[in-house]
C-alpha cells in the first residue's frame, strides 16, 4: 500500500528565508505525488504535481518540488518565503498501489516570522 | 474557485441525529472523493465514486454511506452521530481516477462542510 510521511508537523521561517518541508513516500509502484496547501477555514488547493515526467517540478507562487526515487523523497522548497506563504502543506501520493485515489501525509504547518 | 461545490457550509447538530453533505463536482469530472479532516485523524479518506460506481473505499464508518446520482453529484450520509463525528468534510472531483497511467489528472476540492456535533 502507498503512504507518505512528512517531517515535522511545524516549520517556522523568518520571511525571505529558505522554505523546505519534507516529504517521504512508499509504493512499489511508480507513484504520482501531489503538494497541496490549504489557508484557514479554506479547502485544499493543488500547488504542483509529479506525474512520472520531469524530476523537477514547478508550481504556484514560487514554490517547487523534486521527486528522488533513490530517496523516495518529493520535498517542497520555496526560495525566498512570504507572509503570505503561512499555512498548511500536505504531501499526497496515489497510484495504483491506492486504488488511484489520494493518500495524504499528516500535514505541515509552516509559519512565517516577519 | 476549484469548481467544486458543497453544501452545506456549516452544520451544527445534536447526536444520534442524521445529516447529509451534498457535492457538485467540477462540470465533467467522473470521479468524487469523500475525505474527512479532524485534529486527530488528520485528512482520512472516506469513499470513492466513479462515474456512478463505488471505486475504493477508506475507513468509512457503517454509519456512514454516500453515492454518487446520474448527474454526477454526489451525496454523503452520516447518521446515529457521535461527538467524535465533528469535522471537516471535504469532496474532491477528477476527470479520471487519479495516478491512472497515461493520465495527467488531479483532484479539485471544495471548500469543506464543517459538521460539529453538539
Known amino acids: 500500500a502507498q503512504s507518505v510521511t512528512q517531517l515535522g508537523s511545524h516549520v517556522s521561517v523568518s520571511e525571505g528565508a529558505l522554505v523546505l518541508l519534507r516529504c517521504n513516500y512508499s509504493s512499489s509502484v511508480p507513484p504520482y505525488l501531489f503538494w497541496y496547501v490549504q489557508y484557514p477555514n479554506q479547502g485544499l488547493q493543488l500547488l504542483l504535481k509529479y506525474t512520472s515526467a520531469a524530476t523537477l517540478v514547478k508550481g504556484i507562487n514560487g514554490f517547487e518540488a523534486e521527486f528522488k526515487k533513490s530517496e523516495t523523497s518529493f520535498h517542497l522548497t520555496k526560495p525566498s518565503a512570504h507572509m503570505s506563504d503561512a499555512a498548511e502543506y500536505f504531501c499526497?501520493?496515489?497510484?495504483?498501489?491506492?486504488?488511484?485515489?489520494?493518500?495524504f501525509g499528516s500535514g505541515t504547518r509552516l509559519l512565517v516570522r516577519p | 474557485d476549484s469548481g467544486v461545490t458543497q453544501t452545506p457550509k456549516h452544520l451544527i447538530t445534536a447526536t444520534g441525529q442524521r445529516v447529509t453533505l451534498r457535492c457538485s463536482p467540477r462540470s465533467g469530472d467522473l470521479s468524487v472523493y469523500w475525505y474527512q479532516q479532524s485534529l486527530d485523524q488528520g485528512l482520512q479518506f472516506l469513499i470513492q465514486?466513479?462515474?456512478?460506481?463505488?471505486?475504493a473505499k477508506g475507513n468509512i464508518l457503517e454509519r456512514f454511506s454516500a453515492q454518487q446520482f446520474p448527474d454526477l453529484h454526489s451525496e454523503l450520509n452520516l447518521s446515529s452521530l457521535e461527538l467524535g463525528d465533528s469535522a471537516l468534510y471535504f469532496c474532491?472531483?477528477?476527470?479520471?481516477?487519479?495516478?491512472?497511467?497515461?493520465?495527467?489528472?488531479?483532484?479539485?476540492f471544495g471548500q469543506g462542510t464543517r459538521l460539529t456535533v453538539v
Open positions: 474532491a472531483s477528477s476527470s479520471s481516477p487519479l495516478g491512472q497511467t497515461g493520465l495527467n489528472t488531479e483532484a479539485f
Open positions: 465514486y466513479y462515474n456512478g460506481e463505488e471505486r
Open positions: 499526497a501520493v496515489s497510484g495504483a498501489d491506492s486504488s488511484y485515489k489520494l493518500i
